[in-house]
């Protein structure tokens, strides 16, 4: 079973910056964030595969946002930039331990971090 912690979240204006993480308790494959505002779908933002081999988007992050992670250390990062309003929810972290990408269900989940942005 493998454990994952988040921190990072907050509140920031229009236009601020925010960087998220996501320790897990072990290796694990496939590393990203989920998000879901309220009455809304929970929807995919970002994976990375180990190594940084293969990197997935949502294309309402795109050139917003990148993923990175640090395989020695178990751990991924979300830097989210140039934030809008609608980013405004609440950002899981999931893994899965073999293929990476949308489409595939991912075993674990923490327990999520509240990203706010104002405008």
């Known amino acids: 079973q493998v454990q994952l912690q988040e921190s990072g979240g907050g509140s920031v204006q229009t236009g601020g910056s925010l960087r998220l993480s996501c320790a897990a308790s072990g290796y694990i494959f496939c590393m990203g964030w989920f998000r879901q505002a309220p009455g809304k779908e929970r929807e995919g933002v970002a994976l990375i595969s180990a190594g940084a081999s293969h990197m997935y988007f949502a294309d309402s992050v795109r050139g917003r946002f990148s993923i990175a992670r640090d395989d020695a250390k178990n751990t991924v990062y979300l830097q989210m930039n140039n934030l809008d309003p609608e980013d405004t929810a609440m950002y899981y972290c999931?893994?899965?331990?073999?293929?990476?990408?949308?489409?595939?269900?991912?075993?674990?989940w923490g327990q999520g971090t509240q990203v706010t942005v104002s405008s």
């Open positions: 999931a893994a899965r331990r073999d293929v990476c990408g949308w489409g595939v269900a991912f075993n674990y």
